[in-house]
């Protein structure tokens, strides 16, 4: 069965810092991985997603994640935190086995130190 | 454009009391989708339309739970008999076409219920 495991349940780093936010998963199939976040008192915003084009993928504001499939990750990068960048980050996957129905990590919380 | 819009925003609720969350995609997806969220965890699968039809509703807990999209558009969640194990942030998506690899989810801002 499909998973997802998000390694850090927080994160924090210091404003100007690379970010990084770890997420693995599990699927017999060629899956799709999303990353999604989520501000205080507002809706999932689609950062990125991976649908078996390139496994380096370019998001908005930004972050990056990478594909490897040997590692079974999708780990979450940005070179820079910004204030704005703290909020909830859930890793998906969604594959044939679910039906493409999104199965989502537990969450990382960033957390920006200024 | 319009994104995906939930009213109300926070409902509360007594225990026993029955209540309906209203979803509007945005204009022309075919596709919605209802999410329950609790306290610190990721959204978890309700139920999934496809036009007017329940094509799965294999995350909804039991039969108190029941969700209607009778036009294609607008979807009513609704939940009689409300427990206090129920209150969560009900999230409402839309996505263009029907659920595959390639879709994207846009979602809402939620309904928060509380039940007391």
């Known amino acids: 069965a499909q998973s997802v495991t998000q390694l850090d349940s927080h994160v924090s780093v210091s404003e100007g810092t690379p970010v990084l936010l770890r997420c693995n998963y599990s699927?017999?199939?060629?899956?799709?991985l999303f990353w999604y976040v989520q501000h205080p008192n507002k809706g999932l915003q689609l950062l990125l997603k991976?649908?078996?084009?390139a496994t380096l993928v370019k998001g908005i504001n930004g972050f990056e994640a990478e594909f490897k499939k040997s590692e079974t990750s999708f780990h979450l990068t940005k070179p820079s935190a910004h204030m704005s960048d703290a909020a909830e980050y859930f890793c998906?996957?969604?594959?044939?086995?679910?039906?493409?129905?999104?199965?989502w990590g537990a969450g990382t919380k960033l957390i920006i130190k200024p | 454009g319009a994104g995906v819009s939930q009213t109300p925003s926070n409902k509360v609720t007594e225990k026993g009391k029955y209540v309906e969350l209203r979803c509007d995609p945005i204009?022309?997806?075919?596709?919605l989708y209802w999410y329950r969220q609790s306290l610190g965890q990721g959204p978890e699968f309700l139920i999934y339309?496809?036009?007017?039809?329940?094509?799965?509703d294999s995350g909804l807990p039991n039969d108190r739970f029941f969700a209607v999209r009778p036009e294609g558009s607008v979807s009513t969640l609704k939940i009689q008999r409300t427990e206090r194990g129920d209150s969560a942030v009900y999230l409402c998506?839309?996505?263009?076409?029907?659920?595959?690899?390639?879709?994207?989810?846009?979602f809402g801002p939620g309904t928060r219920l509380l039940v007391l």
């Open positions: 991976y649908t078996s084009a």
């Open positions: 699927s017999s199939y060629s899956p799709s």
């Open positions: 998506a839309s996505s263009l076409n029907p659920i595959g690899p390639q879709e994207t989810q846009y």
């Open positions: 339309f496809q036009g007017t039809g329940a094509a799965d």
């Open positions: 204009s022309g997806h075919t596709a």
């Open positions: 998906v996957v969604s594959d044939l086995e679910s039906n493409y129905q999104l199965i």
